[in-house]
């Protein structure tokens, strides 16, 4: 297999776990909307910006978008690479604003979703691995069964949470959750203090 065709089958897999209930097309559709909530932007080109956020009103908006909020520099000291950008929605009932990146052995997909991370942390319970606590954040890492290549941390934002999901080539011998802890304490500031 490919990397590409893997991180493809990665994102999509992280997308179902956390709840989007989208079909590829409808998050295609989705990320091709321009948003038109009030959001901080630090990157504008066109292919980076949010979808339009249409949630069921037991949901807030998402404010905290990675592929827009994330700069370069803090891609590069988590060990990815910032000009592998691009962007992996899903718009429903509730919002996922999803970020991908690639590495010469893997990928780092973040997420920033709306499902109150009580209830994200309940649904995760019997796959996860430790409770952690990210720049003074409230975190828990979880792992899938059957996905020994990828590990994943959410943290509590003001909304939801915010996901970081690192991910290992076939055939790698790296622990995906190794480091990733340190990979989540690089992207956290971005999140920024009022989210």
């Known amino acids: 297999m490919n990397r590409k065709f893997i991180t493809i089958a990665f994102a999509g897999a992280a997308l179902c776990a956390c709840g989007t209930g989208q079909s590829e097309s409808s998050v295609k559709d989705a990320s091709s909307q321009v948003n038109s909530t009030s959001v901080r932007v630090t990157l504008t080109a066109e292919e980076l910006q949010p979808p339009k956020q249409d949630n069921d009103p037991r949901y807030e908006d998402v404010v905290y978008d990675p592929c827009t909020f994330v700069e370069d520099q803090a891609v590069i000291n988590a060990g990815f690479d910032p000009s592998t950008r691009r962007r ?22 973040l997420i920033s979703g709306n499902v109150k991370f009580e209830d994200q942390r309940e649904r995760f319970a019997d796959k996860r691995v430790s409770n952690e606590l990210v720049n003074g954040r409230d975190a828990f890492i979880y792992r899938e069964p059957g996905d020994p290549r990828t590990c994943s941390l959410d943290m509590r934002t003001k909304v939801g949470s915010a996901l970081v999901a690192v991910t290992v080539d076939v055939g790698s011998n790296v622990n995906p959750c190794d480091g990733l802890v340190r990979v989540a304490q690089i992207i956290e500031p971005s999140i920024g203090a009022e989210n």
């Open 88 to 109: 992996i929605d899903g718009a429903a009932e509730w919002t996922n604003l999803g970020c991908h990146f690639d590495s010469v052995d893997g990928g780092m997909l």
